[in-house]
């Protein structure tokens, strides 16, 4: 690409930083391929004298993708990417396949996000927000946080939704309750053996009837899943916890059979994915469901810190309607404040340059 050719469009009218406007649009041209990898970036000086700012706000913007894996410094060289189309958190679109997942190149998530990073935002969501952190929030969570998650799923889980499908709560246990409530107490549950000992307590303290699959080395045994007689299947695809056993492609193909026949979903419980040390970001099986009966659920407690009780899931159109008629009445639970915080760190990239440096450091330590 020649450098006269750049079309950065720098707007110093609006309230996005300068040096976050020129790292979205180059970004965008390192994912779209206009840079491909091994490719050397324009000078600082060269950006700059383009896009008439300074050398500091280029220097900034590529700091930033320097620390999301995009590209690198060389010293006396410049900057060259080394982001690939199936390397890092940026997803391409959804494939009409699921591929195979290892099983074993895999890390305790323990990488602490910056507490640095967390006081800043917490400091500027108190100053902006002012007394309007105070308010009550929205029984299914504030927009802003609904819109982040959407947005953030939609460009790296390849999971489309609406904000209407997305109900904030605090942690997964609340959120298993408020299923059972919206599927029904009549319905057979299935949960992997062994499993997240929680899981199987709210299911008991909900009084329905609860089975127990063995799972196997590569998902749940397959006899025991055809011959079980529920209707709603709990599964965590990726590491399922304490086993860390991840279904396999073809294993989960099977579960998206299963749920084709009757009135069955599958809750599909994504715990820990985010920190794969895959190249490429881990596939859902929300996102493959062709008949629109699988319920996604994820939380914040891993990916940012364990005090942050705060849980997300993603219901089916259909279901996101029974909600609303049905639960739509109950508050949410986590405070206007802990929302705005999460929300601020999805949007401005800070959520996601922590993923992308633990995934990192956790494949430097395999190798």
């Known amino acids: 690409m020649l450098y006269n050719q750049m079309k950065y469009v720098i707007d110093l009218n609006t309230h996005v930083p300068a040096y976050q406007q020129l790292y979205l649009q180059v970004r965008e041209d390192i994912v779209n391929g206009i840079y491909p990898a091994g490719s050397k970036l324009p000078s600082k000086r060269t950006v700059a004298l383009n896009c008439n700012i300074s050398t500091v706000t280029v220097e900034h913007a590529y700091a930033l993708l320097s620390d999301e894996g995009y590209i690198e410094a060389r010293e006396r060289s410049g900057f060259f990417v080394i982001f690939r189309a199936d390397d890092g958190f940026v997803s391409s679109p959804v494939s009409n396949t699921l591929r195979r997942i290892s099983t074993n190149k895999h890390v305790d998530a323990n990488d602490a996000f910056p507490f640095s990073v967390l006081a800043k935002t917490m400091r500027k969501v108190i100053s902006e927000a002012g007394d309007g952190m105070l308010e009550r929030s929205p029984n299914l969570g504030t927009?802003?946080?609904?819109?982040?998650?959407?947005?953030?799923?939609?460009?790296?889980?390849?999971?489309?939704?609406?904000?209407?499908?997305?109900?904030?709560?605090?942690?997964?246990?609340?959120?298993?309750?408020?299923?059972?409530?919206?599927?029904?107490?009549?319905?057979?549950?299935?949960?992997?053996?062994?499993?997240?000992?929680?899981?199987?307590?709210?299911?008991?303290?909900?009084?329905?009837?609860?089975?127990?699959?063995?799972?196997?080395?590569?998902?749940?045994?397959?006899?025991?899943?055809?011959?079980?007689?529920?209707?709603?299947?709990h599964i965590s695809p990726y590491r399922s916890y304490p086993s860390g056993v991840t279904a396999t492609a073809s294993k989960r193909h099977e579960y998206l059979r299963w749920a084709e026949k009757g009135d069955r979903y599958i809750i599909e419980d994504d715990f820990e994915s985010e920190f794969s040390v895959s190249r490429k970001t881990e596939e859902t099986l929300f996102s493959h469901s062709l008949r629109d009966n699988v319920i996604y659920m994820n939380t914040f407690s891993k990916t940012v810190s364990p005090s942050f009780r705060v849980g997300y899931m993603v219901l089916p159109k259909t279901l996101a309607e029974e909600y609303e008629k049905k639960l739509g009445f109950l508050s949410c639970t986590v405070p206007t404040y802990i929302q705005l915080v999460l929300a601020e760190l999805i949007t401005n990239g800070d959520f996601e340059r922590h993923i992308n440096r633990a995934r990192r450091n956790k494949r430097k330590q395999l190798t």
């Open 143 to 233: 927009i802003e946080l609904r819109e982040a998650i959407r947005i953030y799923l939609a460009q790296n889980r390849g999971i489309l939704a609406d904000t209407k499908q997305i109900i904030i709560g605090s942690g997964s246990e609340y959120l298993y309750t408020l299923l059972v409530e919206l599927l029904g107490r009549d319905r057979v549950y299935a949960i992997e053996a062994p499993s997240y000992k929680k899981i199987e307590q709210v299911y008991e303290a909900s009084d329905v009837r609860l089975e127990k699959l063995p799972l196997t080395d590569d998902g749940i045994d397959s006899l025991s899943l055809k011959k079980s007689s529920a209707d709603i299947l």
